[in-house]
């Protein structure tokens, strides 16, 4: 049975050192969400902005490296990570519609040498906020460990979410619900002290 991270806050703690017969701890994050159109607007506006379209959502992270070493992984810019080198962490896809069974997936294959990962959600087209698209993360560890939240609190016109935050704790990893909701990357950047520079991007 899953662990379900209910509330902003809510945490669980991975034990590095128990990996089973793998060699190494590995962590799959899921992105699911609801394939219905927003259709609670339907005037012209909407439609230039594309609120009548399927939700797009993208799974994207901004991270830290032990070593201090800081990177963003998302769909924008087609930055999708490495399995075999550094940072250690991949994204395995791209899906504007919600229509893969298996939505959007991103890999932590060394957590180890993660500091810190900001896991997001980023309305991309289709929606205004995450009242309507029905945000659901999932993390299965290799371990055997299942951890469940859903993006259920958001706030009105905030199309990004901070879904989730995991540190490195030495021996362990924490993975704690954050669910704080912005208007863009830059201001989470800002709220995050990570010190990107950001530039506009499409796909």
Known sequence: MAITLQKSGDSHKIDLSKAGQSKQITVHV????????????????????????????????????????????????????????????????DDRTGAASDGENMFVYRPETIKRIMFFALIYQGATDFSSVGGQMFFKVSNGEDIYLELNNPDVNRPFCAAAIVSNLGSQVSILKEERYFKGHQEADRYYRFGFRWTAGSK
């Open 30 to 93: 899921n992105l699911n969400w609801n394939q219905q159109a927003n259709n609670r607007n339907t005037g012209f506006f909407a439609k230039l902005v594309g609120a009548n379209n399927a939700p797009d959502l993208d799974l994207g992270c901004m991270y830290e490296t032990v070593n201090g070493d800081k990177g963003v992984i998302q769909p924008l810019g087609e930055n999708f990570g490495a399995k075999n080198s550094p940072p250690y962490i991949f994204l395995d896809k």
